[in-house]
């Protein structure tokens, strides 16, 4: 992901609520819903190619080998764990998974799933994404793959996707559509500050309404 640097930069210059508008105009979903950070962002962006987890229900007795350390040991630094976890109410990321991952140079965690030591979370200086807070252990579930594509809150995010997030939630960029969204998102803020402009000095509504049509408009 080196040369897509340049980018990543970039796309941390847009808050979440442009990428969705840039989404409905383009007919794509691409917008994770459900997950809040932990802590707020303060303005700050998570940016980072994804680097995908998924979990499921035990299948007999004999449980994958594969632990979340491994995962977090084997990515670089920047990339963002994007997990899937099929369990509602149960913690699957806690503090040592958090500082394991601060300490290998992660640049977050995205979870579809819940996590525990909340305060220790807060406190670690990485931006965590997640569904809620429970104190509930894991029941018999293992860590099946990594690198494949999962769902997180209804978008599919696969190995090396870019993630978005900020205090309004996170989004997914595919990079084969990195050059389009872009572009719309420089069309979009475009469009924001003149409707900021327009509302300010008491436009007429049928030119504000023009320029929400344009929001819509390739």
């Known amino acids: 992901m080196n040369d897509s640097k340049p980018d990543i930069e970039q796309l941390a210059t847009f808050p979440t609520a442009f990428y969705t508008d840039v989404y409905m105009r383009l007919g794509m979903r691409g917008w994770i819903s459900g997950l809040q950070p932990v802590s707020p962002m303060s303005g700050g962006r998570l940016v980072g190619p994804a680097v995908t987890v998924r979990y499921l229900p035990l299948r007999g007795r004999q449980a994958s080998s594969i632990t979340l350390y491994e995962v977090i040991r084997s990515a ?7 997990i899937q976890a099929p369990y509602p109410g149960i913690a699957l990321v806690g503090d040592l998974a958090t500082s394991c991952a601060r300490a290998q140079g992660l640049a977050g965690i995205v979870l579809d799933g819940y996590i525990r030591d909340v305060e220790e979370v807060k406190h670690c200086g990485l931006p965590v994404f997640c569904r809620g807070i429970s104190m509930e252990h894991p029941p018999l579930m293992e860590l099946h793959d990594w690198g494949g594509a999962v769902e997180c809150g209804g978008a599919q995010i696969r190995g090396g996707d870019l993630l978005v997030g900020d205090d309004d939630g996170v989004v997914v960029v595919p990079p084969e559509e990195l050059d389009e969204v872009v572009t ?6 475009s469009i924001e500050e003149e409707l900021k402009e327009a509302i300010n000095t008491e436009a007429s509504l049928e030119d504000i309404q023009a320029l929400f049509r344009r929001k819509m408009d390739q």
């Open 76 to 82: 670089q630094a920047g990339d963002v764990l994007a």
């Open 184 to 189: 719309h998102l420089g069309q979009m803020k």
